[in-house]
């Protein structure tokens, strides 16, 4: 993937922070933060799919009791995939 140049301005301390902590992981500065971005975007988007799947988990039996099973939509059938946010298998289509 092509890599644009980004300058940023930090304070000396947090400067020399992001130096050691790059040095102690064996890699440049550039490569630490660029890492430290990538972490913290993931993070935000896995988070926000745990918090709708215990929310759908809480309110379960309100949505059942509400719209019932006979508004259920029609289920695709296909091969099975692993989903990586949830145990168990899942079938294609259905995400």
Known sequence: MPKTQLNVRVDEATAEAARQR??????????????????DAGEVGHTFVEAAADFMKQYESVFAEEFGPEREGPRREGPRRED????????????
């Open 22 to 39: 790059a040095l102690q992981r064996g890699m440049s500065v550039n490569r630490y933060i660029e890492e430290l971005v990538k972490q």
């Open 84 to 95: 990586p946010l949830h145990e168990g298998p899942q079938r294609e289509g259905t995400r």
